[in-house]
Structures are given as structure tokens and as C-alpha cells.
């Protein structure tokens, strides 16, 4: 019913003349003031770069008359995302950020439940401590917890590493197999606080009478919070689980500070640095096909789990 | 009985709770201990001496080291940072109030599909800009100047997306009309009675752009090769990459690292009340 009154407004504003687009708002240009001012640098600053990365992603230099001709830039078809997809360097980049955020966002967002869970039962005193400690990474650039960690990771000057050499256990935070999951601990750090606090903030919306009833027929905290809470809660898991994919696919500053001390990460350890590399050897078209595959990959994997989480839950 | 030892279970379940909390809390604090703790040491002590304890209490000193350190660039990055945190997060605020208020309040065609491009641009992921900006930029000259960190910054549209619904839920349509009926254009209603109704939730979008543009690394990187204009974020990094080199800069890098990190640690536990609406907002469908 509603629908079909507004659409009728809407035939009705849009036949309605030109000064005015509906009936007693503003005019035409008055919106259009309103709306250009972030409007005019969105275009500049996100579509126009988005539309320059595309068209140099099909652009080749060739060059003429061997090594010493003048060299030229062309169309070039799907070439360079040919040549992204015969990159070794770039499949294993992907694979390492895969297998990442397999294991880190998951991790992550289960701990991140689980504190929400708490925090938002009787069970727990201090809460406010316990939901500042956590959000507090949050204020710490990735660059400087990397650095911080880095420290922490350092086999000389550890305290943990000390400690742990104590018990008789001799890790090697920067070694070849364990520096990816030094990487994915930083993150961690970094994010679990802010994804904690959207699904707090969720819980927190929950009427209580909504318990009420359950309580009475007494189910247990437990079987209350996965059984009402989590799938009430369920649209912000998504929306956590989407930005940390996101997150994940654009994974830079963290992997290039322990790079500073660590020989086992090389300079295409993640796709955006991957990118970064072929774009400091001056391979523009390249890396411009790159940076388009890395937000394919993005925008495919976060609106398919939203597509599929959607539909499974039926919402 | 049953009673009993539905006590004693939550007594139970009350510890591991708790326990399981504590040691959360450690591991969110260790890092930012350790900094506080290295921050005051003298260079020698932060390999031989344990990095857990205080031992001799220098802070002050290394403080002086790192303001000085290559004729107080430090202090260069720090003001750098705050000029584009906070500048960026002023102006970013007030495109993302004016163009949210207008998708909020003003009803014309080709609206939800404004709404839907920005939605877009959430997803968007910042750092594939970046290099295609760089080029752009080096085009017209701006690369390398305060403009190339500064202008990409005020976009934000997860700013406008949340206006939009704090518009929505925070101005009524009643005090718009009254306004319009005494003859107020559209843009005086807006900064002289909207803007003040929707001031708590433009607080949480100025934070919210505030820490992205102060934590932004990636655009400054690719952006900028004069030291000078180098945010905190890129200048601890280039010092953090000379450290085997000039060992002595670990002491600065650390202390560096602390004292960027304070005031905003600070701001955050002053303003937590907003952070909250607006990932509360941020999370609703």
C-alpha cells in the first residue's frame, strides 16, 4: 500500500514541473547544493580514479626498434590481466592472504562474540574496563601496533620471548611459516575491540522482555545468548565479517613493518604489496590491473557472503 | 540443594567469565605496557634488561632526544597529522551532514540511487585509490603537497550513510516546516536548526574520519617524498626502516610511538559514548 502511495507521489513529483521536484521541498537547485559539495569530490577522488585505474589496466608499452627504440603506450586488450594471472608472484600473494583471512577473521570475530556475549550478561563486573582494554586498539595506527608487536616479536628484545624460553618453549615469532600468523596477530589486536563494540551495541538494542519469556521457561544464560541473542544479532556478524574481508584483501602496513625486521617476508608478500612493487618499477598498467583484480576479488567475496548469509537466514 | 548448586554453578561460571576477561584485557594492554615501559629506558637497557620492568627512569630525556632528533622533525609529523586528521574530519563532516541531511529530509528523483552509489563506496577498498590517484595527482602537480593527503581524505561515505540515518531519526519534519513557514531558506534552517539537533551524532562522524585519516598509511606513502609533510604514521615507519643502521633511533621510534598514541587513546575513553551510537547505527540493516 505505502509503496504504491509513494511511487504515486513520486509519478506525481516527477510530472509536477520542472522548478520544483516535489511538492512543497525545496528546489532543484537548492537540493543540488546540498548534495555537490561531497558529491563533486566523491567523483573526483573515488569514481574518476576507479574509472583511470580501468582504462589503464588495457593499456601496453611496446616499444620500437629493440632496447634502445622509443617506447609507446597502446591499447591492449586483457593483456595485462593475462599477465596478472601468469604471475607466480601474485597467486601466492593471494594464497597467503587467503589462507589469512580463513583463519584470522573467523578467529577474530569468534572472539569478538564471545566478549559481546559476556559482556552483555550479569555474570561480568568491571565491564566498563573490559570494553575500553578491548576498544582501545582501535586508536593505535596499524604502522605503530606493527612496530609495537614487532618488538614483542624481536628475539632480542622480547620479554615474552624471555618468558616463554622459561618454560622451556623457544618460538620464532619472524620465522618462514610462523610470520604470517605474527601478521594476523597484529590484526587481531588491532580490530577485535571494534568488531567486539558493533555486536555489543547490537545486543545492547535488544529489548530484555524479548529474554523475559525464555527465562521464565528457564533456559539457561547459555542457551539464551546462541539460541535468541547471536541470531537477533545476526545482520551486524555480517556486516563485521564484510569489513574484515575487505580489511583482509587490502592488507599493507602491518606485513611491511615486519618486513623491517623479518627476511621472511618479500616485497609481494600481500597482493596490495604486490601491486605497490610493480607500481615502483614504474609497470603502471600493471599494477593499475592488479589493484582492479584485488577489488573484484573484494567486492565479489563480500556481496556473495552477503547474498548467501542473507538467503540462508532468510532475511 | 538444587538450589545450592545452581549457585555454586554461577559462582563457577562468575570466575571463568571473569578469568577469561582478565586475560583478554592482558593481552589488549601488554603491547601498550611494554611501549610505556621501553619509553623510559635509556637504549642500552631495552635488550639487557627485562622489557617488562622499569629500570633506569628516563623518560624525559628520551623525550628530549626524539624532539630533537634530525632538527625536530617529530614535532614537523606530529603538527602534519593533526593538520590532516583534523582539518580532513572538519571538512569531511560537513559534506557527509549537508549531502546525508538532503538524502534524509529532501525527497527528489534518482535519490536511492545516489544512496546506493555511496553505499557502494563503502565497499570500496581505499588503498586500490590510491595508486590510480597517484597517478592522476602527478598529472596535475599535486603529488608530494598536503593537498594529495588532505583532498582524498574528506571523502568519506560511510560519514554520509551515517548522517543520513541520524538525520532521519534526529531532525522532525514538524521543525522543518515551521522554519520554512517564517521564511527561512533551506540553508539557514540547516545550519541554524538542523545542524544543532543532529551536533551529538556529527561528533561520532568527525571520530570516526578523525582516527581513519590519523591512521591512514598507505595514501601518504604512495603520495609524499619531502619528509616534512610526512604524517606521524609514515615518519615512525622510515625511521623504524633505518634502525639497523642507526640503532640509536629504536629509543625514538619507541618513545615516538607512545606519544602518538596517547592523546588519542585519551580522546577515545573521554568520548566513548559516541563511538557507540554510531557503530550501534552503523550496524543496523
Request: proline fraction near 5%.
Amino acid at each position: 500500500m505505502t509503496d504504491i502511495a509513494t511511487r504515486a507521489t513520486r509519478v506525481v513529483a516527477a510530472t509536477g514541473g520542472r522548478r520544483r521536484l516535489n511538492g512543497g521541498g525545496p528546489r532543484a537547485g537548492t537540493i543540488a547544493a546540498f548534495l555537490i559539495p561531497f558529491f563533486l569530490p566523491f567523483v573526483l577522488f573515488y569514481l574518476v580514479p576507479i574509472g583511470y585505474a580501468l582504462w589503464q589496466s588495457f593499456l601496453v608499452v611496446r616499444r620500437t626498434g629493440g632496447q634502445y627504440g622509443t617506447s609507446y603506450t597502446t591499447f591492449g586488450g586483457f593483456e595485462q590481466y593475462v599477465q596478472v594471472f601468469q604471475n607466480n608472484e601474485f597467486w601466492s600473494s593471494i594464497g597467503r592472504i587467503g589462507l589469512f583471512g580463513i583463519v584470522q577473521v573467523p578467529v577474530m570475530l569468534f572472539v569478538a562474540l564471545i566478549m559481546a556475549l559476556l559482556l552483555d550478561t550479569p555474570l561480568l563486573k568491571i565491564k566498563s574496563f573490559f570494553r575500553i582494554t578491548a576498544f582501545m586498539p582501535y586508536a593505535v595506527p596499524g604502522v605503530i601496533a606493527a612496530i609495537m608487536w614487532s618488538f614483542l616479536y624481536s628475539p632480542q628484545l622480547s620479554p615474552l620471548i624471555d618468558l616463554l624460553n622459561g618454560i622451556g618453549l623457544h618460538p620464532d615469532f619472524l620465522g618462514p611459516g610462523a610470520v604470517l600468523w605474527s601478521a594476523a596477530n597484529v590484526s587481531t589486536w588491532l580490530w577485535t575491540g571494534y568488531n567486539m563494540l558493533i555486536m555489543f551495541s547490537a545486543l545492547q538494542a535488544i529489548p530484555q522482555e524479548l529474554y523475559e519469556a525464555a527465562k521464565l521457561d528457564g533456559a539457561s544464560n547459555w542457551a539464551i545468548a546462541w539460541k535468541i541473542k547471536v541470531p537477533i544479532i545476526a545482520p551486524s556478524i555480517i556486516l563485521t565479517t564484510v569489513f574484515s574481508i575487505i580489511g583482509t584483501l587490502q592488507l599493507y602496513a602491518e606485513p611491511a613493518v615486519l618486513r623491517q625486521i623479518s627476511s621472511n617476508i618479500s616485497s609481494t608478500f600481500t597482493p596490495n604489496m604486490l601491486a605497490y612493487a610493480v607500481a615502483s618499477g614504474n609497470n603502471y598498467q600493471q599494477a593499475a590491473a592488479i589493484s582492479v583484480v584485488i577489488a573484484l576479488i573484494t567486492f565479489v567475496l563480500s556481496f556473495g557472503f552477503m547474498r548467501l548469509t542473507s538467503k540462508r537466514a532468510g532475511l | 540443594m538444587s538450589n545450592q548448586t545452581l549457585i555454586r554453578e554461577s559462582r563457577v561460571s562468575r570466575t571463568v567469565v571473569m578469568a577469561l576477561m582478565f586475560v583478554l584485557a592482558i593481552y589488549f594492554l601488554l603491547p601498550i605496557y611494554f611501549l610505556i615501559v621501553a619509553a623510559t629506558k635509556p637504549q642500552g637497557d631495552l635488550a639487557s634488561t627485562n622489557g617488562l620492568a622499569f629500570s633506569h627512569f628516563q623518560l624525559f630525556k628520551n623525550l628530549g632526544t626524539l624532539f630533537s632528533q634530525s632538527n625536530g622533525i617529530f614535532l614537523q609529523w606530529a603538527l602534519n597529522s593533526v593538520i590532516y586528521a583534523v582539518l580532513g574530519a572538519v571538512v569531511g563532516t560537513l559534506l557527509s551532514a549537508l549531502c546525508g541531511y538532503a538524502l534524509a529530509k529532501f525527497t527528489f528523483r534518482g535519490r536511492e540511487f545516489l544512496f546506493s552509489v555511496i553505499l557502494g563506496g563503502v565497499l570500496v577498498p581505499t588503498t586500490a585509490l590510491a595508486l590510480p590517484l597517484f597517478l592522476l595527482f602527478s598529472a596535475t602537480g599535486i603529488v608530494n603537497t598536503y593537498l594529495a593527503v588532505f583532498l582524498p581524505s574528506i571523502v568519506s561515505p560511510f560519514g554520509v550513510y551515517l548522517a543520513r540515518i541520524f538525520a532521519a531519526a534526529a531532525v522532525p519534519e514538524e521543525i522543518l516546516e515551521s522554519a520554512r513557514l517564517d521564511g527561512a531558506g533551506e540553508f539557514r534552517t540547516f545550519f541554524s536548526v538542523a545542524i544543532k539537533l543532529m551536533a551529538p551524532s556529527l561528533v561520532t562522524i568527525f571520530l570516526f574520519q578523525f582516527v581513519a585519516i590519523w591512521n591512514n598509511f598507505f595514501l601518504p606513502m604512495v603520495m609524499l617524498q619531502k619528509e616534512s609533510l610526512f604524517p606521524i604514521t609514515l615518519g615512525l615507519y622510515e625511521w623504524n626502516g633505518q634502525t639497523s643502521r642507526v640503532p640509536l633511533l629504536q629509543e625514538s621510534v619507541i618513545t615516538g610511538s607512545l606519544v602518538s598514541i596517547v592523546p588519542v587513546i585519551i580522546v577515545f575513553i573521554l568520548l566513548q559514548r559516541f563511538w557507540r551510537t554510531g557503530l550501534a547505527a552503523g550496524s543496523l540493516k
